[in-house]
């Protein structure tokens, strides 16, 4: 079985300053990794995937990800937040080569102040 | 491709109702999936359809819950006899898999039935 911890309920941080959200999986098989955001009342979009290959996958809105397998980590970050970023942000992982059901950590909410 | 919707977008319901949710998946996706989500979590996983066939159900979805993919497009999802620990959104998700195209990993999601049971 699998399980995602992320390490921060919530993060406040100001517009335009460098922001990484920090999240930790637990599996005893290979897996895929993925970052998901929410908006208010809306459902999660995908931001980045990390299926094989080089550590460091770049998603969209300037994110990007890196793969750490020995630390079982796969941490979120972006040099630059904009008032836009506000929104929930989860980690989720699924077995590789399974059907892609998602377990998902609890949520990390991202609030940009200008 | 327009997206994976659902409908309705909002219930409120009085407990003990029963209640059908829909989700309609991106046409050409096989894949089917349902996730509840309760305020301030992540979403956990219902269940999965392969087509018609629903190939896993959750310990969470309990002999009050029921879902249908007939004939492998849309899909329905049952609460019979709600109770208020029912409140929750629910999600709809969808992908290609298997051996029936080119696979996609990531799933598709829409925007959710958010349930009140009152």
């Known amino acids: 079985a699998q399980s995602v911890t992320q390490l921060d309920s919530q993060v406040p941080v100001f517009e335009e300053a460098p922001v990484e959200l920090r999240c930790n999986y637990s599996?005893?098989?290979?897996?895929?990794l993925f970052w998901y955001v929410q908006y208010p009342n809306q459902g999660l979009q995908l931001l980045l995937k990390?299926?094989?290959?080089?550590?460091l996958v770049k998603g969209i809105n300037g994110f990007e990800a890196e793969f750490n397998k020995s630390q079982t980590s796969f941490h979120l970050r972006k040099p630059s937040v904009h008032i836009s970023d506000t929104a929930e942000y989860f980690c989720?992982?699924?077995?590789?080569?399974?059907?892609?059901?998602?377990?998902f950590g609890a949520g990390t909410r991202l609030a940009v102040h200008p | 491709d327009t997206g994976v919707s659902q409908d309705p977008r909002h219930k409120i319901t009085k407990r003990g109702q029963n209640v059908t949710f829909r989700c309609d998946p991106i046409s050409e996706h096989n894949r089917l999936y349902w996730y509840r989500q309760t305020l301030g979590q992540g979403p956990e996983f219902l269940t999965y359809f392969q087509n018609e066939a629903q190939l896993e159900k959750s310990r969470l979805l309990s002999d009050r819950f029921s879902a249908e993919r007939p004939k492998g497009s849309f899909s329905t999802l049952e609460i019979q006899r709600t109770e208020q620990g029912d409140s929750a959104m629910y999600l709809c998700a969808s992908n290609m898999g298997g051996t029936e195209g080119i696979p996609s990993y990531e799933q598709y999601f829409g925007p959710g039935t958010r349930l009140t049971v009152t």
């Open positions: 989720a992982v699924s077995e590789a080569g399974g059907y892609n059901k998602l377990i």
């Open positions: 599996s005893s098989v290979s897996v895929y």
């Open positions: 990390y299926l094989s290959g080089s550590t």
